[in-house]
Nanobody, 123 residues
Framework: QVQLVESGGGLVQAGGSLRLSCAASGLTFSRASMGWFRQAPGKEREFVAT????????YYADSVNGRFTISRDNGKNTVYLQMNTLKPEDTAVYYC????????????????WGQGTQVTVSS
């Protein structure tokens, strides 16, 4: 019943920007904290960013802090990830996820996951 659909991925040069979107359906979006994770080939899934129910609290992985911004629009049931100053090491499949437990960087705390969108950063 719950569906999360990511979009906005693509190919970008190092130093460029992309904005990812995640559209949610089948859940009370305003009651869920949301997160972004990513997984590069040969690497484990890693936490990227999370945002509270109200949008008032955000947390980022050290690797993206200062470059990425997570935001949400509860009226549109959508969460965003603005990615600036992209680096080749940002290349990964990016996943949107929802959790009832508040902001968390632990993947197992998230109950629902999208299918992912590919981000490729060329050098």
């Amino acid at each position: 019943q719950v569906q999360l659909v990511e979009s906005g991925g693509g190919l970008v040069q190092a130093g460029g920007s992309l904005r990812l979107s995640c559209a949610a359906s089948g859940l009370t979006f305003s009651r869920a904290s949301m997160g972004w994770f990513r997984q590069a080939p040969g690497k484990e899934r890693e936490f990227v960013a999370t945002i509270s129910w109200s949008g008032g609290a955000t947390y980022y992985a050290d690797s993206v802090n200062g470059r990425f911004t997570i935001s949400r629009d509860n009226g549109k049931n959508t969460v965003y990830l603005q990615m600036n100053t992209l680096k080749p090491e940002d290349t990964a499949v990016y996943y949107c996820a929802a959790t009832p437990y508040g902001t968390t960087r632990v993947g197992s705390d998230y109950r629902y996951w999208g299918q992912g969108t590919q981000v490729t950063v060329s050098s």
